[in-house]
């Protein structure tokens, strides 16, 4: 069973005995090839070369077009930080709708035309020609919540929220279109699956995410399915509060971060949501050894269940010892049909 079949049977609930293994490579993937991170978020030859590089190395069941935060909002315009090692960040002293009434002018740029956008579906293409038949393909774009703050800034929209709901509404129905349009050109390029990042939403709390952000979500994933797409969700922080939600979304995938309690999260969503994580990225990863991750991923297992995917709760930071991320993927790889967690 390759990679691409692995995580489809995750998905769909088959009994493989082994677990997909699906980390976030962004970093570690540039670094595996020696290459600066700038060069790797700008230029989708790089990025293909470094996701194929570290798959090949670490075991990984996909290749993942995400790079930072900024390609859409860069594309409209907003100004980003762009460090020769670092992802690159918005800067939101200088938000591109730090004025309100800018948005009136705005348009959404072309996934073709943006240049940033354009070398996101080029790598897409890309890993889907080199790694297609293997390894199952991730687009990414941003949730509503995260583009809108990347657009306005994150605390002038947490405000907007509470003290001009209409134009928070009106700016989350526009980058909402943007993304379905971004989201569907990517699964034309090559996708099996669209991972969505909005990590601004663990920070508004159940009441306004259920009032600004719930449905516009069930619009991402109905896009995504339509265009023949799996679609992935991951939320930075603690989105515990958001799972009683979300379990009803239709993301295929759920990626849990290192905050949300595994055992609380499967009693919310039930029995067959998947889940993907959730070992803190530096405690356990980082910093731990193989036989501690081992340990922590049982723990982990136990309490997930087998609608699981094996995963840190975000991106795998940079200095994780290889003898690490190893254990993660052996771990995947056992046998646990027999487990008492894979009958429950």
Known sequence: MNGK?????????????????????????????????????????????????????????????????????????????????????????????????????????????????????????????????????????????????????????MVDLFDDPGFATELLDFVTEMEITFARAQAAAGAGIIGVGDAASSLIGPDLFGEFILERHRRYTAAIHQAGALARLHICGNSGSLLPMTKDLGYDVIDLDSMVDMARAREWAGPDQVFNGNLDPVRVVRNGSPESIDAALGACAAAAGSAWIVGAGCEIPRGTPRANILAMRDFSRRDFSRSDFARR
């Open 5 to 157: 079949e692995r995580i489809g049977a995750a998905v769909r609930g088959g009994k493989t005995g082994t677990r997909a293994f699906m980390p976030i490579s962004m970093s570690l993937a540039a670094d595996e090839i020696g290459a600066a991170y700038r060069d790797y978020e700008t230029d989708w030859r790089v990025q293909v070369e470094g996701q194929l590089a570290f798959a090949a190395a670490f075991g990984a069941d996909h290749v993942s077009a995400i790079s930072d935060p900024g390609v859409e909002a860069s594309d409209l315009g907003a100004p980003l930080v762009m460090p020769r090692l670092e992802p690159a960040s918005l800067d939101e002293s200088r938000s591109l709708l730090a004025e309100k009434s800018a948005l009136s002018r705005l348009r959404p740029p072309s996934p073709s035309g943006g240049p940033r956008m354009e070398n996101r579906l080029a790598a897409v293409s890309g890993l889907k020609e080199r790694a297609g038949g293997e390894l199952l393909v991730e687009g990414w774009v941003e949730g509503p919540c995260a583009e809108a703050a990347d657009l306005r800034g994150l605390s002038r929209f």
